[in-house]
Each structure stands twice: as structure tokens, then as C-alpha cells.
């Protein structure tokens, strides 16, 4: 069962679809639209402490920090998106819902989302209008405690997109933030421990990530067991892959196993004299 599950072949997913914007210019592109996407894009900061005191203001209006969330207790999903954005971040938001909802692992018990808006002139009140919406598609008991929106000044969010490598910029033209997609996974004490750069996400493929955060504190015994021993990331096609070498390695360990265990049934249901090394034959005299 393990060896088929782990044989299942996976999804490509495409990387960077915040690019799209860029399309949108249609056959006119021209270099002066490169030079404006100069700073979009993400660099990986992978096992990096981001800065857990940075003030935010929450869908409710109240202040909190980084570390209100990111506390030591589960893993973290982060996302940086604003809250008007016409398309990209809408569409983020909607494929990591999607994907939640694949997992058995519940927001808010087993994980937290985090999201920042990117925009200083963002309010709580559109915030908490997007807390409920993205809310009532997850729909979840205890999940509003657990995907909190926030909104802050330009400081604070300019350090937390440079901690997380999160490259962005503000078109005065169109009055829009030119990014990529992207959401971010974080220990429970901080650390950058995965990125997946996509607006489709699989179940499986945030279960295992999450797992993965959390050093395997979360999930069922099954997906440790096929994370740690089946399953590798491919930062190339953005999605957990069957990897070759743990496959053998574990084929290895479970035939020395069935050996062992043969090598065993053996002698325990073929027993011999202790003196003479050979097997215990029953004395005809005792039978007559």
C-alpha cells in the first residue's frame, strides 16, 4: 500500500504566476515594462529567522506582533497580498483555501495563516471584510481563530517582504503593486522552512510542507511516515515528488526486516536440543 501511494505521480505546478500581470500588455511590451518589474520576484530565505516584533493591526482593529501568531505552539503559513488587488492575490487566496480544504489538518488547531496586506493605505474594516470571505469558503469550525488579516505602515511591512525575500514594487500608473505569488512556511519559533510560488495548491503538498514546519509534530503517523521516508520536495516542479533513493533505502530496510523476521519464525517453530545442536525427535518407546 505505502510503495503504491508513494509510486502516484504528481502535478506540475506553474511557478511565478504573478508574471501574468505582465501579459497583460499584450504584443506592445516593451522594455520600459521590464524595467518597471525590476525588484518583483521572490528570493528564499530557507531556514532564516524572520523579526517576530514587528507591529501589525488585525482584522479587529487591535495591535499585535509577528510573535502573537508565530509563538512556538504550530506552524505558519504566511502570505503578503493586499487586500484591492484585482486579480493575483484573490486568486492566491482562493487556491490556498481550495487546498485547505483537501487536508485533514484544521486551521486554527493544527496550523495558523497569516496575511499581510502590502499596502499602507489598507484599514482593518477591508481586512475583517476579507477575514469573513475567505472564512465562510473554508468553513471550518474554530477557523476564525486561526487565518488572521493584518494591516500595518510601510516600515514594518518593507521589513517583513525583506525578511521573507518577498520583491515588490508600486506602479504609479496604474496605482497597483506589481508581485508574484507566493506563500511562505514557517516553524513553530520563526524559520522560513518552505516556499510554494504558485496560486494552485495541493492538499497533499500543504499537508506534507506543513509536517515538514512542524518537524513532524502535526499530522497523522501515515504522513510522517511518507514524508520522511517516500516524498522529497522539487523546488523545480514546486510540489512533494517521490524520491528514488528513499524508496530503496526503505525496499532496504524492509526486506533486512522480512529477513530477520524469517530467520526468526525459523527457529521459533523449529526447535532443537540445546546439547547436541540438532532437532528434538520424539522417542518411539514414548509413543508405544
Known amino acids: 500500500m505505502i510503495f503504491h501511494r508513494c509510486n502516484i505521480l504528481l502535478a506540475i505546478a506553474t511557478l511565478f504566476c504573478g508574471l501574468s500581470v505582465v501579459a497583460q500588455a499584450g504584443p506592445t511590451f516593451s522594455d520600459e515594462k521590464i524595467e518597471e518589474l525590476d525588484g518583483v520576484g521572490i528570493t528564499q530565505y530557507l531556514d532564516t ?15 499585535v506582533t509577528i510573535a502573537d501568531y508565530v509563538n512556538g505552539e504550530k506552524p505558519v503559513i504566511i502570505t503578503l497580498n493586499y487586500y484591492r488587488c484585482p486579480m493575483l492575490c484573490s486568486l492566491t487566496l482562493n487556491g490556498l483555501t481550495t487546498g485547505m480544504k483537501e487536508m485533514k489538518l484544521n486551521l486554527g488547531s493544527d496550523f495558523d495563516v497569516v496575511t499581510v496586506s502590502i499596502n499602507p493605505d489598507e484599514k482593518p474594516p477591508l481586512a475583517l471584510k476579507n477575514h ?5 469558503q473554508y468553513d471550518r469550525e474554530g477557523a476564525e481563530n486561526g487565518w488572521h488579516f493584518l494591516t500595518g505602515d510601510q516600515r514594518n511591512i518593507t521589513k517583513l517582504a525583506d525578511a521573507l525575500g518577498f520583491g515588490y514594487v508600486f506602479d504609479p500608473k496604474t496605482g497597483e503593486y506589481l508581485h508574484t505569488a507566493s506563500i511562505m512556511f514557517l516553524t513553530p519559533q520563526g524559520k522560513i522552512s518552505r516556499y510554494m510560488n504558485d496560486v494552485r495548491f495541493i492538499g497533499r503538498d500543504l499537508r506534507f510542507a506543513l509536517i515538514d514546519a512542524s518537524d513532524g509534530k502535526i499530522g497523522s503517523l501515515i504522513d510522517t511516515f ?34 530477520v523476521g524469517g530467520i526468526y519464525l525459523l527457529n521459533r517453530f523449529n526447535p532443537t536440543d540445546k546439547g547436541s545442536g540438532k532437532p528434538l525427535q520424539v522417542s518411539r518407546e514414548l509413543t508405544t
Open 132 to 136: 469573513a470571505g475567505y472564512l465562510s
Open 226 to 259: 511518507l514524508l520522511f521516508n517516500c516524498y522529497q520536495y522539487d523546488p523545480d516542479s514546486n510540489s512533494f515528488t517521490p524520491s528514488a533513493w528513499k524508496l530503496m533505502r526503505m525496499a532496504g530496510v524492509m526486506t533486512l526486516i522480512i529477513l
Open 49 to 63: 529567522q524572520i523579526p517576530l516584533d514587528l507591529a501589525f493591526v488585525d482584522e479587529n482593529g487591535n495591535a
